[in-house]
């Protein structure tokens, strides 16, 4: 059984380690800075094996030259950008062994162009989106445009359900809120939204959510709702979905 837990880091970004069964050996996702990572491999006898990255924004690439100078891993990244490091450069459709188990590398541009995610099937489904989704929300577009990260998006709405999906920061208490106003009339988010404020009162990450969760909450994932486009209506064009996640993603930025 492969698991998942988080190593918090910088402000408010989760650094992924990923071990199967009681193998002391591991692979971490998007290693924006070294010192926690070593703390825990240090202190559990860990073994970094692989580190996986989805784009080369430095809050996800900060801490690679220390442990890549520490523990010569493997360094699987996007194959169309300058990230240094990456001995295993990747691109959409590729496939990738990761302890074992099997990987899927998802072109998920919008954040960024560089920007991959990686997803494996199986029980349970694993996706680390990096800052294309977010548990209610998605990635704000620094170089790619609406229609690149809609596309991004809507190839995650066509995972199972049950996938968990691992972002790379805690900001759901900020979509959710947003949610609520893009959403109005959605009993699931106030819900989420009782359930994300508790588990934060107590220090506890608001992820992994799911896919299914995220097609109920997140307003990105449901332009095509009434409720939805009503409410992007109130702030910019809602012709169809492109235009309704468009005017979406602007207000967000605002709110």
């Known amino acids: ?15 992924w380690l990923i071990r199967q069964d009681t193998s002391q050996s591991v692979c971490v996702v998007d290693p924006g800075e070294a010192a ?5 491999l240090e202190r559990e006898s860990l073994q970094l094996e692989t580190i996986l990255v989805t784009h080369h924004h430095h809050d996800h690439t900060g801490g690679l030259h220390e442990l890549i100078k520490r523990y010569s891993p493997r360094v699987v990244g996007p194959a169309n950008s300058s990230i240094e490091g990456v001995n295993e450069p990747v691109g959409d459709g590729d496939e990738v062994r990761i302890l074992g188990r099997l990987f899927e590398v998802i072109a998920t541009p919008g954040h960024t162009l560089d920007h991959l995610s990686y997803f494996t099937p199986g029980i349970p489904a694993l996706l680390f989106c990096g800052d294309t989704l977010f548990c209610a ?16 998006l809507k190839r995650f709405m066509e995972l199972p359900e049950d996938t968990l999906v691992f972002a790379a920061h805690e900001y759901t208490l900020a979509n959710l809120l947003f949610a609520q106003a893009a959403d109005p009339s959605n009993e699931n988010i106030k819900y989420a939204l009782q359930e994300s404020e508790k588990a934060r009162a107590l220090d506890r990450p608001t992820l992994p959510s799911t896919i299914g ?11 095509d709702t009434d409720s939805v486009r009503q409410a992007a209506g109130t702030q910019g064009s809602n012709d169809d979905d492109l235009a309704t996640f468009t005017t979406l993603r602007e207000w967000k930025n605002r709110f």
């Open 1 to 15: 059984m492969m698991s998942v837990t988080p190593i918090p880091a910088l402000s408010d970004n989760y650094i």
């Open 213 to 223: 969760r995220e097609l109920k909450i997140n307003p990105y994932l449901r332009v």
């Open 36 to 40: 926690p990572v070593i703390e825990r």
């Open 137 to 152: 929300g998605c990635g704000r577009l620094f170089e790619g445009s609406p229609a690149q990260m809609f596309a991004s």
